[in-house]
T-cell receptor, first 109, second 116 residues
């Protein structure tokens, strides 16, 4: 079955430290992979996407993600976390319209 | 934010009653989607539309129907609501097909539905 997995329900990190939110995929065809962020009582907002080409993708708000075909992963990263990054993050494969279960990121002052 | 509105934003209803949720867009995008969001499940696709009067089922379509008579409006109907349909419902739009290109989806603010 095609799937996108986010193995961590929650990630806690101190402000100023680097953060990683993990995503692995199992899809046939094109692994068009996206990251979205959801703030409380809001819809999802686009962060970044991998289509083809460079494995390191840069997106909004200083986030980046690395596509790793051998490990079938697309982890979201940021060098220095902010308290305002606290939100729910979703990994998605748009070719199959499937989403991961979400990871709640908590950044502590 | 993309021009997407959903109505109502909150609704409480009783089991067995019909419910219709509306998604309205001002972007003139061809593709529209309905998802439900539940803890532990993320977002799951209910139905989507690839044009006026053209719709298809998603992963969790049982108990739901949709209609699209105009480009800008996509309606989701629960013919006879059940408690298992208590959820947050999101509408999304995209300019191009998810299958043919890599177009970004833009999401509405959501509708919180409670079925008692």
């Amino acid at each position: 079955a095609q799937s996108v997995a986010q193995p961590e329900d929650q990630v806690n990190v101190a402000e100023g430290n680097p953060l990683t939110v993990k995503c692995t995929y199992s899809v046939s065809g094109n692994p068009y992979l996206f990251w979205y962020v959801q703030y409380p009582n809001r819809g999802l907002q686009f962060l970044l996407k991998y289509i083809t080409g460079d494995n390191l993708v840069k997106g909004s708000y200083g986030f980046e993600a690395e596509f790793n075909k051998s490990q079938t992963s697309f982890h979201l990263k940021k060098p220095s976390a902010l308290v305002s990054d606290s939100a729910l993050y979703f990994c998605s494969n748009t070719d199959k319209l499937i989403f991961g279960t979400g990871t709640r990121l908590q950044v502590f002052p | 934010d993309a021009g997407i509105t959903q109505s109502p934003r909150h609704k409480v209803t009783e089991t067995g009653t019909p419910v219709t949720l509306r998604c309205h867009q001002t972007e003139n995008h061809r593709y529209m989607y309905w998802y439900r969001q539940d803890p532990g499940h993320g977002l799951r696709l209910i139905h989507y539309s690839y044009g006026v009067k053209d719709t298809d089922k998603g992963e969790v379509s049982d108990g739901y129907s949709v209609s699209r008579s105009k480009t800008e409006d996509f309606l989701l109907t629960l013919e006879s609501a059940t408690s298992s349909q208590t959820s947050v419902y999101f509408c999304a739009i995209s300019e191009y097909s998810h299958g043919k290109t890599t177009d970004t989806q833009y999401f509405g603010p959501g509708t919180r539905l409670t079925v008692l």
